[in-house]
T-cell receptor
Framework: EAGVAQSPRYKIIEKRQSVAFWCNPI?????LYWYQQILGQGPKLLIQ????????DSQLPKDRFSAERLKGVDSTLKIQPAKLEDSAVYLC?????????????FGPGTRLTVT | AQTVTQSQPEMSVQEAETVTLSCTYD???????LFWYKQPPSRQMILVIR??????QNATENRFSVNFQKAAKSFSLKISDSQLGDTAMYFC???????????FGTGTRLQVTL
């Protein structure tokens, strides 16, 4: 079974530029999560999708961050415009309502550096 | 809102020894789930062990076991016979149920030495 895929793995941009991250969850996983992990901290949920609907985006800075999950499979997370404090690792995770319950499977993450 | 606290930023243990990582949490929920995740350097996060709050028996997975004290809201991880491959960041996490978000602690960096 293929794991959660993310791209790119690394990205360096200047402040005020735009950036997009892509995530492909494990096949059949209905729930997809985007977490932000700032250096020295634990991951924090940005947005959660159930199929292609948003379940929780209460921590998403909506003035600059947006996310979508078309057709309930792949997802993209966009930042426009980026700020220095957006430097972090962006983790995508997915989970299933069948099989092993409650376990989230994480991708390798995208490390974003904003200069 | 739930909070998770890991009070040990860094720990070190010698190979083959036993180490315990601490975690406390705060919640008003009665049914919930607790996890320990491992994040090796430059590698992705993987689940180590999971505990359902309604189960009194402590979870075990090979060399990994937990001490779950529901009344004290404490959830520690014990690693027995530590191996070099156990070197990683360990995160304690909380969830209220199926397909629910994880709330993470700040992590404990574990270094296993020869």
């Amino acid at each position: 079974e293929a794991g959660v895929a993310q791209s790119p793995r690394y990205k360096i941009i200047e402040k005020r530029q735009s950036v997009a991250f892509w995530c492909n969850p494990i096949s059949g996983h209905a729930t997809l999560y985007w977490y932000q992990q700032i250096l020295g901290q634990g991951p924090k949920l940005l947005i959660q999708f159930q199929n292609n609907g948003v379940v929780d985006d209460s921590q998403l800075p909506k003035d600059r961050f947006s996310a979508e999950r078309l057709k309930g499979v792949d997802s993209t997370l966009k930042i426009q415009p980026a700020k220095l404090e957006d430097s972090a690792v962006y983790l995508c995770a997915s989970s299933s309502r069948t099989g092993v319950p409650y376990e989230q499977y994480f991708g390798p993450g995208t490390r974003l550096t904003v200069t | 809102a739930q909070t998770v606290t890991q009070s040990q930023p860094e720990m070190s243990v010698q190979e083959a020894e036993t180490v315990t990582l601490s975690c406390t949490y705060d919640t008003s929920e009665n049914n919930y789930y607790l996890f320990w995740y491992k994040q090796p350097p430059s590698r992705q996060m993987i689940l180590v062990i999971r505990q359902e709050a309604y189960k009194q028996q402590n979870a075990t997975e090979n060399r990994f076991s937990v001490n779950f004290q529901k009344a004290a809201k404490s959830f520690s991880l014990k690693i027995s016979d530590s191996q070099l491959g156990d070197t990683a960041m360990y995160f304690c996490a909380f969830s209220t149920g199926t397909a629910s978000k994880l709330t993470f602690g700040t992590g404990t960096r574990l270094q296993v030495t020869l």
